[in-house]
C-alpha cells in the first residue's frame, strides 16, 4: 500500500509550479525529437539521396551534442530566460532556413549548416526543466522527499517525446510534405519552447555570476564523467536496437513497422518511468542504476537472439522489445537524480545538458556504427553492438559505484 502511495508525490508537481508549466515542459521537447528525422526526410525526399539525407541528419545530430552543454552553461551564467530564448528564436530560424536552402536548391553546404545550427541551437527544454525541479527543491519549494518524482516525470516525457517526435514527422510527411513537417518543429519551437524559456520558474534557477570558477563548491567531475560514459552507452543502444529493428523491417517489406517497433520501446520504458518512485529508499541510486544497466543486457538478449538471428516475423521483436524497456526510463531518472548531486546548484544547467548530450553523443555513435556493419553482416551486428553498449554502461556504473554511492542529495558536493 505505501508503494502505490508512493506515486502521490505526483499530486505535489503541479501544486508547485502550476499546471501549464507540466503542459509546456512536455510539448516543448518534441521539436527536439523531430529535428534529425525531419532533416533527413526532407534532403533526401528533395536530392532522392538518402546518404545526402543521413549526413544531414549527422549534422544536426552532431550541431546538437556540442551546443547542449553550451546552452546549459549560458543558462547558468544568463539566466534561463535570455538563454532559452536566444536558443528557441536561433532553433526556429535555423529550421526554416534548412527548409528554404533545401526547397530552392541552395547548396549543399548551406542545408549542412543549416542543420547544424538547429541542431547546435535545440533549446534543451528536458535538461533546463530538469534543472528547475532541482533549484526548486534547494530552495524548499518542492520538497526533497518530491524529487525523485519530478525526475521520474521528466523521464516519461522524455520517452513520449521521443516516440511522439518522429511520429509526428512521419505523419505530417505522409500527409503533407517533408517540408511541412519541419516547419511545424519550427512552429513548436517558437511558441511552446519560448513560453518555457518565460515561465516563471526560470528565475528559481540562481545565476552563477563567478568569473574565475574559485568560490564555490567544485564539480565532482568523476561521478559526472561515470554518468555521461553510462548515458553515452545508453545512447549506443538506443541507436543500435534501432538500426537492428530497422534491418528487419526492411527486410521483410514492411519499413514502417520499424518506427511501430521501436515505439513500443519508448512506451513500455515511459510506463516503467511513471512507477519508479514505488522503489524503495533502501534500493539506492547507485545500485539501481548498476541493477538498471545489468538488466538492460540481459533482457536485451532473447531480443538480440530472436531479431539477429531472424527467428521468426516481426511480431515478436514487438514484444520482446519490451523487456529492455522496462529499465531504460529508470536508468534515465536515476543518473539525472545523481547528476544533480555532482554540481553546485549555480551550475546545474550544465551537467544537465551534459548528460543529454552524452546521450545523443552514443545514440549517433551506434547507429553510424550498427548501420555500417548491418548493411555489411546483417542485424545480428547492430544487435550485439547493443548488447555491448549495455555493457560499456554496466562496467561504468559497477566501476565508479563508489563514488556513485557516495553522492547525497540536497547537499552541495564537497
Not at 508525490?9 to 523531430?34: E, N, Q
Request: net charge positive.
Amino acid at each position: 500500500m505505501s508503494r502505490w502511495n508512493a506515486l502521490r508525490a505526483y499530486t505535489a508537481l503541479p501544486a508547485t509550479t502550476g499546471s501549464w508549466f507540466l503542459a509546456v515542459t512536455l510539448i516543448g521537447r518534441i521539436p527536439a525529437t523531430m529535428g534529425q528525422l525531419g532533416s533527413l526526410l526532407l534532403v533526401s525526399g528533395a536530392t532522392g539521396s538518402l546518404a545526402l539525407g543521413g549526413v544531414t541528419a549527422s549534422a544536426f545530430a552532431a550541431g546538437q551534442a556540442a551546443g547542449g552543454p553550451l546552452v546549459g552553461r549560458t543558462a547558468d551564467r544568463y539566466g534561463h530566460r535570455p538563454a532559452g530564448l536566444a536558443a528557441a528564436l536561433l532553433h526556429t530560424a535555423a529550421l526554416v532556413l534548412l527548409v528554404v536552402c533545401v526547397v530552392r536548391g541552395m547548396p549543399t553546404w548551406a542545408a549542412l549548416v543549416s542543420s547544424a545550427v538547429a541542431g547546435f541551437s535545440v533549446p534543451q527544454v528536458g535538461p533546463l526543466s530538469r534543472a528547475r525541479w532541482t533549484a526548486l527543491a534547494h530552495r524548499g519549494r518542492l520538497p526533497m522527499n518530491r524529487f525523485p518524482a519530478a525526475m521520474s516525470f521528466e523521464g516519461t516525457g522524455d520517452e513520449f517525446a521521443f516516440v511522439l517526435g518522429p511520429a509526428l514527422v512521419g505523419v505530417i510527411a505522409t500527409a503533407t510534405s517533408p517540408p511541412t513537417a519541419v516547419l511545424v518543429a519550427a512552429g513548436l519551437t517558437a511558441t511552446m519552447c519560448v513560453a518555457f524559456a518565460l515561465h516563471p520558474t526560470a528565475a528559481a534557477v540562481t545565476r552563477d555570476e563567478r568569473r574565475d570558477g574559485g568560490t564555490a563548491a567544485p564539480v565532482l567531475r568523476g561521478p559526472v564523467f561515470l554518468l555521461a560514459t553510462g548515458l553515452a552507452g545508453l545512447g549506443c543502444y538506443f541507436g543500435s536496437v534501432q538500426a537492428g529493428v530497422t534491418w528487419r523491417a526492411v527486410d521483410a517489406g514492411a519499413d514502417g513497422a520499424a518506427g511501430l517497433i521501436y515505439a513500443v520501446l519508448g512506451l513500455s520504458s515511459a510506463l516503467a518511468g511513471v512507477l519508479v518512485p514505488m522503489l524503495p529508499a533502501s534500493f539506492t541510486p547507485a545500485r539501481r542504476l548498476q541493477t538498471g544497466f545489468v538488466l538492460l543486457a540481459v533482457l536485451t538478449l532473447p531480443l538480440a537472439i530472436v531479431g539477429g538471428l531472424h527467428i521468426g516475423g516481426l511480431w515478436p521483436l514487438g514484444l520482446l522489445i519490451v523487456l529492455p524497456g522496462v529499465t531504460i526510463a529508470p536508468i534515465l531518472v536515476t543518473a539525472y537524480t545523481q547528476g544533480e548531486m555532482t554540481v553546485p546548484v549555480e551550475r546545474i544547467s550544465w551537467v544537465m545538458t551534459l548528460l543529454t548530450s552524452s546521450v545523443v553523443v552514443g545514440y549517433a555513435v551506434g547507429a553510424l556504427l550498427s548501420g555500417t556493419l548491418a548493411d555489411r553482416y546483417g542485424p545480428l551486428a547492430a544487435f550485439l553492438i547493443a548488447l555491448s553498449a549495455a555493457g560499456v554502461g554496466a562496467t561504468a556504473s559497477t566501476v565508479g559505484r563508489r563514488h556513485l554511492a557516495a553522492l547525497r542529495p540536497g547537499l552541495p558536493p564537497r
